[in-house]
């Protein structure tokens, strides 16, 4: 028995390839060199808890930071890379019908997948240009400003940070996410100035969700100063909808705790954890 499965092992670790299907993602060839396989069997170590290792054995990415693969796993990465086609030429977007429209809509969105089949997806629309959220950080205190309001579909209390609708119109200069990050600040927050930093790469955009056409735009803003709205300095006025409770000084600890607690929402969570990468690049924590 011993003999037989050091053959089978033997015999899988040369000839081990990926498996390609017809649909959109296609995995190519897997195998791995003799060398390269001696080579990381030398200088194995122990397994960092905070890295992701793929089903290949090469390192993918840090949870902390986010970093990138080495020279001798990106060689290998490419290797066993994974290919998406043109979403264009694999979805063909049919039609659009409006179901319900006020505020938000719901779309009825049909699609031709690529296998062939004509699927209808129901899709939430709202108002305006994206969304906005921010993050509000103290540089002397080391705490973030957020914000407790009721959310109407989890009929719900919860945590979050400043958010907002990107208007089209003259309010936030026809559409502009920065103007849009900064009135909602004032508006939710009370805060205004401060050094703005965007949380996504080259200020991309990020899908909702699945069925959502909303995408936001996500920024983290330093030493904000404080509008004495007690003192009678003016402030932009919330919507009619909401009743929101400014909490000062909370520390990334507790953000966490709220975090894993639930105490957020997605949208909000997400946007701490951008957040706290962006404060270790910066060397705030």
Not at 1 to 25: H, M, P, R
Not at 57 to 76: C, K, M, N, Q, Y
Not at 193 to 198: E, K, L, M, V
Request: hydrophobic share 35%.
């Amino acid at each position: 028995i011993v003999i037989i499965l050091v053959f089978t092992i033997n015999f899988l670790s040369k000839n081990a390839e990926g498996v390609a299907y017809d649909g959109t993602l296609k995995i190519q060839h897997a195998s791995l060199d003799t060398e390269t396989y001696s080579k990381r069997a030398r200088t194995s170590k122990r397994p960092n808890p905070n890295e992701i290792i793929s089903p290949w054995g090469f390192h993918i990415a840090s949870i902390r930071g986010g970093s990138r693969p080495d020279e001798d796993s990106l060689s290998t990465e490419n290797e066993n890379r994974v290919e998406a086609n043109s979403v264009d030429q694999e979805y063909e977007h049919i039609d659009d019908v409006l179901g319900y429209s006020r505020w938000r809509s719901i779309i009825q969105r049909t699609v031709r997948m690529p296998n062939g089949k004509v699927v209808d997806f129901d899709v939430v629309d709202q108002k305006g240009k994206g969304a906005v959220v921010v993050f509000a950080w103290d540089t002397r205190t080391k705490t973030a400003t957020l914000i407790r309001e009721y959310m109407p579909g989890s009929m719900k209390v919860m945590t979050g940070v400043a958010a907002g609708i990107i208007e089209s119109g003259a309010k936030h200069n026809e559409g502009d996410p920065a103007v849009a990050a900064k009135f909602e600040l004032e508006e939710e927050c009370h805060l205004r100035g401060g050094r703005w930093y965007s949380l996504t790469e080259t200020d991309a955009t990020v899908p909702h969700d699945k069925y959502s056409v909303t995408e936001f735009s996500a920024y983290i803003v330093l030493d904000a100063e404080r509008i004495d709205v007690e003192g009678g300095e003016e402030v932009r006025e919330l919507d009619d909808e909401e009743n929101i409770e400014i909490i000062h000084g909370v520390s990334v600890l507790e953000i966490l705790r709220m975090i894993r607690a639930g105490e957020m929402n997605l949208v909000g969570g997400w946007t701490c954890l951008l957040a706290f990468e962006k404060l270790r690049e910066l060397g705030e924590i």
